[in-house]
């Protein structure tokens, strides 16, 4: 529930009505109101900034999950849940969705040519649970992506099936199938 909010906007807007406070309340003479307004107000607002600075939006859905492939969540691998829940909540002091994990498959060769999780979707393949990373790859070519098709399957793990296919556009997607 936290990750779906703003932690940035939550900070800024607190930290505006509170240093707000402190300013009226020091133009009405009020001495305690106006401590505690920019004691705690302009912290609040100073943090909110930096939150705001380093903030990296979630990624949304291409298209809204079925009721069946919510259902379908039950038989999710603990990599897929994790996969899911990390990319769609606020991130905070990183550059990208999933920059690690790219990097440790070999398909972030810079910061520059990164591939950048776009869009996510759930789905069932064959009753299966299947969760679909897209990615926009004008960098990395999907003969790059391909050739890391075993990687990737054992680095997300037992259970897990990857199958890689081009949404055109320099776009790849990338399935996560619950075995």
């Given at each position: 529930m936290v990750g779906s909010i703003s932690l940035g906007t939550l900070g800024l807007i607190v930290g505006l009505l509170l240093t707000g406070v402190g300013v009226a309340a020091y133009a009405a003479g009020?001495?305690?109101?106006?401590?505690?307004?920019?004691?705690?107000?302009?912290?609040?607002?100073?943090?909110?900034?930096?939150?705001?600075?380093?903030?990296?939006?979630?990624?949304?859905?291409?298209?809204?999950?079925?009721?069946?492939?919510?259902?379908?969540?039950?038989?999710?691998?603990?990599?897929?849940?994790?996969?899911?829940?990390?990319?769609?909540?606020?991130?905070?002091?990183?550059?990208?969705?999933?920059?690690?994990?790219?990097?440790?498959?070999?398909?972030?060769?810079?910061?520059?040519?990164r591939p950048v999780l776009v869009a996510i979707a759930e789905t069932l393949t064959d009753g299966a649970y299947t969760l679909i990373l897209e990615f926009d790859s004008p960098a990395v070519p999907l003969e790059v992506w391909q050739a890391k098709q075993a990687k990737m399957q054992t680095f997300f793990g037992p259970n897990i099936r990857v199958t890689i296919t081009a949404q055109g556009n320099d776009r790849v997607a990338v399935a996560l199938i619950r075995d």
């Open positions: 009020n001495a305690t109101l106006n401590l505690a307004g920019f004691f705690y107000g302009v912290p609040l607002l100073l943090g909110g900034l930096a939150l705001k600075a380093a903030e990296l939006k979630p990624v949304p859905y291409r298209e809204a999950p079925t009721p069946a492939a919510i259902a379908g969540r039950a038989q999710a691998t603990a990599t897929q849940t994790q996969i899911r829940r990390d990319v769609t909540r606020y991130r905070y002091g990183q550059e990208a969705h999933l920059d690690s994990t790219l990097a440790s498959l070999g398909l972030s060769p810079s910061n520059v040519e």
